[in-house]
């Protein structure tokens, strides 16, 4: 049986709220930072080819599965667990997929903040000006000089932290609503002028389609399509119970079918336009589209300091994209947060103390990982290689795959129709055999080979 009562959090004033939350909880560093360069590591089409279909295959059927155990269970993922698999007589072991789950959410927060921090920095090197008419070099520098500074990352990471943790423990609905209402339109409308002005440089521009979007297979490697599978789940911040949390906030009413398209349409949209942003510029001044974690940081400036207006929107863009990775944090600790108000009788306020400030400990490493502590490898990866490793391409395809295993064969067919309350069959149908069958067998076989132990 669900329960009938609603969240000790509160619940979403309206369908659009849990709609606006869950996509600011999507969209964030994962679409405008992340995928661009993983797409250009990976070699372009192929592997974006691949990613759609992670999307819509894997990530649409689980966030699907996460909404609804979220607001059958309506407790934090943990307990929500705990309280489904009792209804359902299966083991209570599954209440520690919520475990694993809070324990990826918290590594992904401690290095999200220092990225987000760089991001804050962006916001005003690009209002003072600095990148007026920069070159491909110099933007390389500007962005190396900041990366280098383990001071500068440290101070940036700190007030990224301490913002999350203020508006965490303000609790669910209070501004998160307002602001993203706000957001999303404005980053939508200003990523389209940046895909303006990248279209501007025409053949580069051309060159930037069919990179991302002509398949060459002879590209992509089995670790390419765990990466792709691995940042599905990431970009739609899937697999460690924090749309789940989410979900335990919905109103009964709301259609998850609708919703779970509509955010997964939203985010898929944000990441292309971003890649279609920054791939001419990386043409047209002859960049590597393979350089890393500092693509946007090296690209985007480039386009602000050429175009009219382009320190006003250089820094909006900046300003937008840390409220992006700040809509995203904030649902990165509310598991956490929701499990210790409702277990420990923590006031929220101490429990995003305690989850941030261990979490900004833990994001030291990743601060050093990008200069003094450079050399501090482990598997050939630096802590922020292998912080994102982890959690990207093992925690969370994992979580997934168990998510998927116990809302397909551990919870019984009567109570997913019942909380999924599909109208149309097929459509349940559809989704039943996905998350049975098609995700499971997906899941295993990318993770496997990717991680080299299928040949
Ligand atoms: N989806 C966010 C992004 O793309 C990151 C994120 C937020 C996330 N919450 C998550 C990733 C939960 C995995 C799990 O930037």
Not at 42 to 48: H, L, R, S, W
Not at 105 to 122: E, H, N, P, T
Not at 282 to 289: E, L, R
Not at 410 to 435: C, N
Request: glycine share 10%; net charge neutral; hydrophobic share 50%.
């Amino acid at each position: 049986m669900s329960r009938s009562v609603p969240s000790i959090h509160g619940q979403w004033s309206s369908r659009w709220a849990f709609i606006l939350a869950a996509t600011g909880s999507a969209v964030g560093l994962g679409n405008i930072w992340k995928f661009p360069y993983i797409a250009g590591e990976n070699g372009g089409g192929a592997f974006v080819l691949v990613y759609l279909l992670c999307i819509a295959c894997i990530g649409l059927p689980i966030m699907m599965a996460e909404v609804m155990l979220g607001r059958r269970g309506r407790q934090n993922p943990i307990n929500s667990l705990e309280t489904i698999a009792k209804d359902e007589q299966a083991s209570p072991l599954w209440k520690y997929l919520g475990w694993s789950g809070i324990a990826a959410g918290f590594i992904i927060l401690s290095y999200y903040s220092v990225i987000a921090g760089q991001a804050m920095a962006y916001i005003f090197r690009a209002f003072s000006g600095v990148f007026e008419g920069v070159t491909a070099d110099g933007a390389e520098n500007i962005y190396a000089t900041l990366k280098q500074d383990p001071e500068r990352l440290l101070a940036w990471h700190t007030l990224f932290m301490m913002i999350t943790m203020t508006v965490v423990a303000r609790g669910v609905q209070h501004g998160l609503e307002k602001t993203v209402r706000f957001l999303m339109p404005t980053l939508f409308l200003i990523l389209i002028l940046l895909v303006g002005y990248a279209a501007s440089t025409g053949e580069y521009f051309n060159q930037a389609v069919s990179f991302l979007f002509k398949p060459d297979f002879s590209q992509l490697t089995s670790e390419g399509v765990l990466i792709a599978m691995g940042h599905a789940f990431f970009t739609l911040s899937l697999g460690m119970g924090a749309i789940m949390a989410y979900g335990s906030y919905l109103p009964k009413e709301t259609s998850i079918l609708q919703v779970s398209i509509t955010i997964a349409i939203a985010d898929t949209l944000v990441a292309l336009l971003a890649g279609l942003a920054i791939f001419p510029l990386v043409f047209a001044n002859d960049m590597q589209p393979s350089s890393g974690p500092g693509l946007i940081f090296e690209t985007l400036p480039i386009a602000f300091g050429h175009i009219a207006g382009g320190e006003f929107f250089g820094g909006l863009f900046f300003t937008l994209l840390v409220f992006a990775a700040w809509t995203s944090a904030i649902s990165l600790i509310e598991p956490a947060v929701a499990w210790l108000v409702e277990n420990r009788n923590v006031s929220r306020r101490r429990a995003c103390v305690y989850i941030g400030s261990s979490a900004w400990f833990v994001g030291l490493l990743t601060v050093f990982s990008f200069n003094i502590g450079s050399e501090w490898t482990l598997f050939g990866k630096t802590a922020f290689d292998l912080f994102d490793y982890l959690t990207a391409n093992i925690m969370l395809p994992l979580g997934g795959l168990f998510i998927a295993i116990f809302a397909g064969w551990f919870m019984k067919q009567d109570s997913s129709t019942e909380e999924l309350a599909i109208t149309r069959p097929i459509f349940y149908h559809g989704w039943r055999i996905l998350i049975r069958y098609v995700t499971p067998t997906a899941v295993v076989i990318i993770f496997l080979k990717g991680i080299g132990l299928l040949g």
